[in-house]
């Protein structure tokens, strides 16, 4: 049982390195899409198609890969309550951005809209550091994490739209997931899951420790 629990969470952080990187992918096909935007375009419009379905496709990957965390982890409540609302969130930021010559009240150039974004961003990925909070190496690459997100919102000084931040922030979550997988394989870090009897985790981190 414990076994099949460490396998359907190292599934689920796969999922949530592919929903990722299928973000990126959206956010380069929405800069060619802006660069090149004609209305009347039969080019645009596959561009358009291709990011909704690179903008759904990332999306299924990362709500599979959420389910997977909430069922495997224990407790956990607020990476997994923030985690969930930030998976809907980039969903409707999407879906906006590729609408946003439609929609009048989205401005995708806002530096407000940009902190916000990359604020909440960086708070579920502190979130993050509850899975095993005790170990320098990992806290260390949540840091890192944080300080890319965050980095997004500078794309607006850069006059870049939002498509910028919501990409730093899956470059960011691949490194998160990727060092996840790699720190469980070699045991730097363990994740206590349902159905382990041997241990249950301290969630508390000592990053600011002395």
Same mark, same amino acid.
């Given at each position: ?11 689920g ?28 375009? /039969? ?7 291709? /990011? ?8 299924? /990957? ?31 930021m ?19 809209? /940009? ?16 899975l ?8 260390i ?23 910028? +931040? ?28 349902y ?9 508390? +981190? ?5």
């Open positions: 049982m414990m076994e099949d629990m460490h396998k359907k969470l190292s599934f952080l796969n999922l949530g390195l592919i929903g990722n990187a299928l973000f990126i992918a959206f956010s380069a096909v929405c800069y060619v899409y802006y660069l090149i935007f004609n209305p009347e375009s /039969a080019f645009v419009k596959f561009l358009e198609i291709v /990011a909704y379905t690179l903008e759904f496709s990332g999306f299924a /990957a990362l709500v599979a890969a959420d389910i997977l965390i909430i069922k495997t982890a224990r407790m956990r409540d607020w990476l997994k309550i923030g985690f969930s609302i930030y998976i809907v969130t980039e969903a409707v999407m879906t906006l951005e590729l609408n946003s010559y439609r929609i009048e009240f989205y401005k995708p150039y806002s530096l407000l809209l /940009a902190i916000i974004h990359s604020i909440f961003s960086a708070a579920v990925c502190f979130a993050f550091l509850t095993d909070p005790d170990k320098k190496a990992y806290e690459i949540v840091i890192i994490c944080i300080g890319i997100m965050l980095g997004g919102m500078f794309g607006n000084v850069m006059g870049i739209r939002i498509y910028f +931040s919501i990409f730093t922030n899956a470059i960011a979550f691949i490194l998160l997931f990727g060092s996840i997988k790699y720190m469980l394989q070699r045991e730097i870090i363990e994740i206590d899951c159905g382990d009897k041997a241990r249950v985790a301290e969630y508390r +981190s000592t990053f600011f420790e002395e």
